[in-house]
């Protein structure tokens, strides 16, 4: 018999809410809301998409990538496909070239510790192990996403490109 450990929903919750309040999916339909089909359809594209870290209490911090094609990336940054199409457009199986940086939350007790950058590093290193990432690109919503892309861009030598806010 497996043994199921119960997992204390107090970060869970906190993160939840701290995604909610930041980006505003409900309200959104073009950006990429996580729930069970969004993370099914992100594991078949890499296991490495969503990483966390969690103390005992629950994650503290969560980012999530999406390898894609540079031709996708290319008509996402130029606006011509939302976030969410970008996610339903990547194919399956493919060889991905860019690599989009999602999203990073950490919870604020836990910023300025370099979580958010490692977790970070550590994903696009293990998408590179299978594809040739090129290129890696994000939207900003806050100076503080830019600044993570950017370092991350830096660390790991990669060309970083921006889509502009709306």
Known sequence: ?????????DNLERMIQLAQDFFNTKDDPNQISVNK???????????????????????????????????????????????QQLLQKTPLRAQYDALYLCSAL???????????????AQAVRSIQKQHLVKYLFFWAFSIEGERLATSVAKKLSLPLLQREAD
């Open 1 to 9: 018999m497996v043994k199921q450990l119960a997992m204390p929903i």
């Open 106 to 120: 950490v919870l604020p007790e836990h910023r300025g510790k370099g979580l958010a950058k490692r977790l970070l």
């Open 37 to 83: 089909r969004t993370i099914s359809r992100l594991r078949k594209i890499h296991h490495s998409t969503m990483s966390e870290r969690a103390n005992k209490n629950g994650p503290i911090a969560w980012v999530l990538v999406i390898p894609t094609t540079h031709k996708l990336m290319e008509k996402f940054i130029a606006k011509e496909i939302s976030e």
